[in-house]
């Protein structure tokens, strides 16, 4: 009778799920992708789902297509609720499956410091369907001013706040600015939709607190010069329907977005692990949590240090390494061979500002302006799924910049109801 072959199960496929699978293409075990969704998201360029510059079907892949030529993967459609450290198995509301190895990479979500009920005035930018939201918001919200009659409602839906000032509230805000100001100028007759007021807020005392000060105070230039209000040092009380509270006044506002904190998925409380105050697992050298050496968990959800002692940050290279070492360890240890600690290699920091304005922080290197933006662009198509979707980003960024347009301002779904 043939020996069961060790069954290895990932929990979620996001760039860490999926470069685990992929590195146990040719192990000699099972592999089964759970993810509560049908499609792979690149999440660095979500934002431009939300502000129409790229359709979801750009940015987004099937699990199965992705994983079609592995013929030891099984990918399966379903929601975890939770894992049976005891008796290995990991639970979904129809059953369970069992597991010799198990990854967690079930990554992070919008974190509101205890406000939770602001997420329904105030929505993050974790999936299609948050980025499809804020476009919907968005757009609705030049349409509404477009009728409005009075001038007070007006200036309010001409009104969009980011909350925080990481990568994703200065892209937001810059691609807020750009729309605004170069794509839809022509397009309205009652209004100039160019007078819309970007507020971008950051509680810190600069945006972009991870990259070297000379970037920082250059990305925030560059949003001002696009006419991007910048404040810094100013902390969101409470968000509502109509607007913002800060500690020293108030921002009244149709379309607010929150991009100021993350917290990771409950896979702490589903295995009874330490964990930090974000949610991240504690895990040690080899990413297993301590104690449960068959337990990985790795990307967002875990709570990693370099060899300097600092924190890794939760960006996609950093997820994209822990899944190809946890991939490469299963694979040698069903070998019997041994497996050194996790080593992070840092890629470097980048964001986009807008319209040839881009910076970047590379071992030492520093680009900012148009040369950062060619290296933002280059490096993002690079990292996209297939040359199809690298070909349709590229020709989609070149008519753009050629045109001011975005050809994705579709306005779908059903929008909530008044007082909803």
């Known amino acids: 009778m043939a020996q069961k072959r060790p069954q290895v199960v990932i929990i979620g496929a996001g760039f860490g799920g999926l470069e685990a699978a992929k590195s146990l293409s040719r192990a000699p075990v099972d592999v089964t992708i759970v993810d509560r969704q049908n499609h792979h998201c690149f ?20 699990i199965r297509h992705i994983l079609r030529e592995q013929r030891n993967a099984t990918v399966l459609m379903a929601e975890v609720t939770g894992v049976d450290v005891t008796g290995r198995c990991v639970l979904i509301p129809s059953g369970s499956f069992s597991y010799d190895y198990l990854v967690v990479a079930t990554g992070a979500t919008h974190s509101y410091f205890g406000h939770d009920d602001w997420e329904k005035h105030a929505p993050g930018l974790k999936r299609i369907e948050d980025a499809l939201r804020i476009r919907r ?4 919200a030049f349409e509404k001013a477009e009728l409005a009659k009075d ?10 706040v980011i909350v925080g000032g990481g990568a994703t509230g200065v892209e937001m805000a810059g691609a807020f600015a750009e729309i605004a100001r170069l794509t839809l100028v022509e397009d309205f007759r009652r209004i100039d939709p160019s007078t819309a007021r970007i507020v ?15 970037l920082s105070d250059y990305a925030r230039r560059a949003l001002e010069r696009m006419g991007v209000e910048v404040m810094t040092s100013t902390r969101v009380t409470k968000c509502d329907a109509g607007g913002v509270d800060l500690e020293h006044g108030r921002i009244d506002a149709s379309t607010i977005v929150w991009a100021a904190g993350i917290v990771a998925s409950p896979a702490a409380a589903w295995l009874g692990a330490a964990h930090d105050r974000a949610g991240r697992v504690t895990v040690g050298p080899d990413l297993s949590v301590p104690g449960q050496p068959e337990i990985f968990v790795i990307g967002d959800t875990a709570a990693v240090q370099d060899k300097s002692g600092r924190a890794i940050p939760g960006v996609a290279p950093a997820a994209k390494q822990m899944g190809r070492y946890v991939g490469k360890l299963i694979a040698r240890r069903v070998a019997g061979k041994p497996s050194p600690p996790f080593r992070y290699r840092h890629m470097g920091d980048l964001a986009a500002i807008g319209r040839r304005a881009a910076i970047v922080s590379l071992h030492g290197m520093k680009l900012k302006g148009f040369l950062g933006w060619l290296f933002w662009g280059v490096a993002h198509i690079y990292f996209l799924i297939g040359p199809k979707h690298r070909f349709i ?28």
């Not at 999440?43 to 892949?61: G, I």
């Not at 950051?202 to 991870?210: Q, S």
């Not at 347009?405 to 007082?419: D, K």
């Open 137 to 140: 918001e968005m757009l609705i």
């Open 43 to 62: 999440q660095p360029l979500l934002y431009q789902v939300a502000t129409a510059a790229l359709s979801p079907a750009e940015v987004a892949w099937p």
């Open 200 to 214: 971008l807020i950051e509680a810190g005392p600069r945006i972009l607190p991870a990259l070297p000060e000379d």
């Open 151 to 160: 001038d007070a409602e007006r200036r309010r839906l001409l009104t969009f």
């Open 393 to 420: 980003v590229a020709f989609t960024w070149l008519w753009d910049y050629v045109t001011f347009h975005r050809g994705a301002r579709l306005i779908t779904g059903v929008p909530p109801r008044e007082g909803e």
